[in-house]
């Protein structure tokens, strides 16, 4: 079996990280595991509200090297963030209690135990290369190689789909931020070179071919390096715009508002005079995106990827004007790249900052980075962070040396 390039950067990553675990803990890891940062296509806020996605697994990864204890003691530790290993009773997890980058392993615990699955004390060191605060899942990732590693250590045989419920119930109920499902399965069930179509009512999916490449065209991740912050409550708030929109339709979940019957159903909103419109903005973009999705499907089916550009421009234009998640550098990637002669380009994420994915042909791939940062330049931005966005694997054990 011949070893990749891919492969060989994995066994590099264990060989290091293997090291560091003994350095650290004095015990021998008796597990590798990694989980990836994930890009969504197209689906954005639609997750919470039972509807469809698109998120492809990005090559870059949270990795976690695991090993037993004795006692009821989890020790985790980061390369990643400054400061001293964190030391946590398996006995006395509560929501609230555990602060800053812990609170998620610590809330997979949680979950876990909670869900009666018995667990024994572990050593847990983390190492990533997914960028936080970038809009691109680090903290899904973190959750996902957590529950992942606590499985295999416990004997718990938790399937993908197990792996990603946990995880967004930790995200939920332990870290208090209201996402929906999306990122969480992203991590633990894409499949390299492909999308995963999800339906996040009942987690029904399918992998759909995902070769730009081959199509003579590339994915660009530009990171504005724009932080975002959702457990602000600004991502808390258009969730309960959402369910309230629901709610005043008369349906279980704005994916129940069929496309064909949105303007009936926003005339029937404006009859309830329920707010000032914003309500009225949060519907017409849950359903409208998730007919985007159905798009997207049809033309990568039918083999006209190009034709999805101005789908993910129009998602972009509905998240920025009736969702009201995006910010003038996300804006400006977007505005600068069509203008460059992107395909198609929209923010990615759930908002507020973080990144945002741009179609292009590959012959212009450095034009129009090279026009993104000009105009970030001039703008007086930061430069943002660009890379290719290569549909990889999800989360899995590796190997270790």
Not at 162 to 182: K, T, W, Y
Request: with cysteine; proline share 5%; aromatic share 4%.
């Amino acid at each position: 079996m011949t070893t990749t390039q891919d492969d060989r950067g994995e066994l590099d990553r264990a060989a290091h990280a293997a090291a560091r675990h003994r350095e650290l803990f004095g015990t021998e890891p008796e597990g590798f595991f990694a989980a990836p940062g994930r890009a969504n296509l197209i689906g954005e806020h639609t997750d919470y509200n039972d509807g469809f996605v698109m998120p492809l697994a990005l090559p870059h990864i949270t990795t976690i090297t695991a090993s037993r204890r004795a006692d009821r003691l989890l020790r985790v530790h980061s390369r990643d963030v400054p400061g001293p290993t964190v030391e946590l009773s398996l006995d006395g997890l509560t929501p609230g209690t555990v602060k800053g980058w812990a609170g998620y392993p610590a809330g997979v615990a949680w979950v876990l135990l909670g869900a009666g699955h018995r667990l024994g004390g572990a050593d847990l060191y983390v190492e990533s290369d997914v960028p936080t605060g970038a809009g691109l899942s680090s903290s899904a990732a973190l959750e996902v190689v957590t529950a992942l590693a606590l499985s295999e250590l416990n004997g718990l045989g938790l399937t993908p789909e197990e792996l990603a419920r946990h995880s967004q119930r930790a995200e939920n109920d332990f870290v208090g931020m209201p996402c929906g499902i999306l990122d969480q399965m992203a991590s633990a069930c894409c499949a390299a070179g492909h999308v995963l179509y999800l339906d996040t009512r009942d987690l029904s999916s399918r992998q759909v071919p995902f070769d730009m490449a081959a199509e003579g065209l590339r994915l660009l991740v530009m990171d504005t390096q724009v932080k975002h912050a959702h457990a602000d409550g600004a991502y808390g708030q258009r969730r309960a715009e959402c369910e309230a929109g629901a709610v005043a339709l008369g349906v279980p979940a704005l994916r129940d508002v069929a496309y064909p019957d949105l303007d009936a159903a926003l005339a029937r909103l404006d009859a309830t005079g329920l707010d000032n419109g914003v309500i009225r903005r949060r519907v017409r973009h849950v359903v409208t995106e998730d007919r985007r999705v159905e798009r997207v499907i049809e033309l990568l089916e039918a083999g006209r990827p190009r034709e999805i550009g101005p789908v993910l421009t129009e998602g972009h234009a509905s998240l920025r004007d009736d969702f009201a998640v995006s910010c003038p550098e996300l804006d400006l990637v977007v505005a600068a790249s069509t203008e460059a002669g992107a395909l198609g380009a929209r923010m990615t994420g759930g908002g507020f900052g973080g990144s945002a994915i741009v179609l292009v042909e590959a012959d212009a791939t450095a034009a129009i980075g090279e026009a993104v940062t000009a105009a970030f330049d001039a703008a007086g931005h930061r430069r943002p962070r660009i890379f290719e966005a290569l549909p990889s694997a999800g989360a899995r054990r590796g190997a270790l040396p």
